[in-house]
């Protein structure tokens, strides 16, 4: 389409603004490339990477945010829990307690801000999704969604993703979004 206008002689553009235009097309040509080579090379660090591919089996995490986080967290190791994963990234609401009454407020937003952005992204596209799946996730996005709204559902998915990522990579198992808990045991508390 620019192409098209570029050459069109009966658009009354000048030669200045012809040539212009036509270093700006091929600029944005060049940065697509290099966009898909970036793509292309993040993709081949997923499939290579157990941890990464490991991530990006959960709903809401695609390559990027996969490859994101385990880039940037190394060791998952290095949390002593799945909440202190999430607190990390700024996904857990500040807390004032006072008189041994606990009230919950906004979400912090400490943390890493771009892992933090792509989790939140990628819980926009799986609650946007919900409806249409049948597990126990996405059923629980679904009520979750109509009981406090679109945005609290988005953060509080991306929040258990974080603490699932977590579980999934220190402890070695596959994520079934079917699974169900057991009672806790005194190991896990």
């Known amino acids: 389409m620019p192409a098209e206008v570029i050459e069109d002689a009966g658009n ?39 941890r990464a591919k490991a991530a990006a089996t959960l709903q809401g995490i695609g390559p990027i945010t996969a490859s994101a986080l385990v880039a940037s967290v190394g060791d998952f190791g290095q949390f002593a829990n799945a909440c202190q994963f999430g607190a990390w ?35 926009k596209s799986a609650v946007m999704r919900a409806g249409q799946r049948s597990d126990r996730i996405n059923q629980w996005m679904v009520q979750l969604k109509e009981r406090v709204g679109w945005q609290k559902a988005v953060v509080a998915l991306a929040n258990k993703n974080a603490r699932i990522l977590w579980a999934v990579l220190t402890r070695g198992k596959a994520f079934d979004p079917n699974h169900v808990p057991g009672p806790p045991t005194e190991a896990g508390l």
């Open 12 to 50: 009354e553009l000048s030669g200045v603004a012809r040539l212009a235009l036509q270093r700006a097309h091929l600029h944005w040509i060049d940065i697509d490339l290099q966009m898909a080579w970036c793509d292309e090379r993040i993709a081949c660090h997923v499939r290579s990477d157990e």
């Open 89 to 123: 990234l700024g996904l857990v609401p500040s807390q004032d307690s006072s008189g041994g009454k606990a009230s919950l407020g906004r979400i912090k937003r400490r943390g890493d801000d771009y892992l933090r952005t792509l989790l939140i992204q990628g819980a």
